[in-house]
């Protein structure tokens, strides 16, 4: 392994669709960070879910982990009732947990930006400092060490910054543990 970076920041959105909230101390599992996208916001009415592409107000709306005022605040903001529902598993779209630089975030406000993605918001799990020139879309098929956890970075988002990574081995992450990435060249871990 060799040292690449630092954990900046650790992100965990409770609620799918809604904003974050950033943690000191994030354990992860084979399902990605605990406590995120634990819940999902389906109409009162229809019992449909209600997602942010459909509804994009939600994004504004930062989940505080307390059901009861998350289904009061999104009623209120989304002008109709809705109720939150546990998932049966994290709501993760594609890998259980997204990493993104502080790089990426420069270079998309420089203009390289993929199509439907925000650069403002790249709702990244864990947000990472690299040193110059380093590059994460270089790790895909690589193994990461975060903090404790052992991570397969899988692919690059298609719709948004940084890397997809699934759980190899689960443990504690903590905002300033170093970012190690193996050497295909060296023997595994």
């Known amino acids: 392994m060799t040292a690449t970076g630092r954990v900046e920041q650790l992100t965990v959105y ?3 669709s809604l904003g974050g909230r950033d943690v000191a101390v994030a354990h992860v599992g084979p399902g ?7 819940w999902v916001v389906v109409d009162a009415t229809t019992g449909e879910r ?5 509804t994009p107000a939600m994004a504004g709306v930062v989940a505080t982990g307390d059901a009861e005022a998350d289904t009061t605040a999104l009623t209120e903001v989304l002008g109709r009732p809705v109720r939150l529902d546990r998932a049966a598993a994290p709501q993760v779209d594609v890998a259980a947990v ?4 502080r790089a990426a975030i420069a ?3 420089e203009g390289e930006v993929p199509e439907g993605c925000s650069a ?3 709702r990244a799990n864990v947000l990472l400092d690299l040193p110059a020139g380093e590059d994460e879309r270089r790790w895909v098929g690589r ?3 975060v903090g404790e956890v052992e991570l397969v970075v899988t692919r690059t988002p298609k719709h948004c910054l940084g890397v997809y990574a699934d759980v190899r081995t689960p443990g504690r992450v903590r905002v300033g543990d ?6 295909p060249r060296l023997p595994g871990p």
């Open 32 to 38: 990605g960070l605990a406590g995120d996208r634990a």
């Open 107 to 109: 270079r998309a406000a």
């Open 143 to 145: 193994t990461v060490r």
């Open 178 to 183: 170093a970012v190690e990435v193996h050497d």
């Open 50 to 54: 209600v997602t942010v592409k459909g």
């Open 98 to 101: 997204h990493l993104v630089s």
């Open 14 to 16: 409770p609620v799918k």
């Open 120 to 122: 403002d918001d790249p």
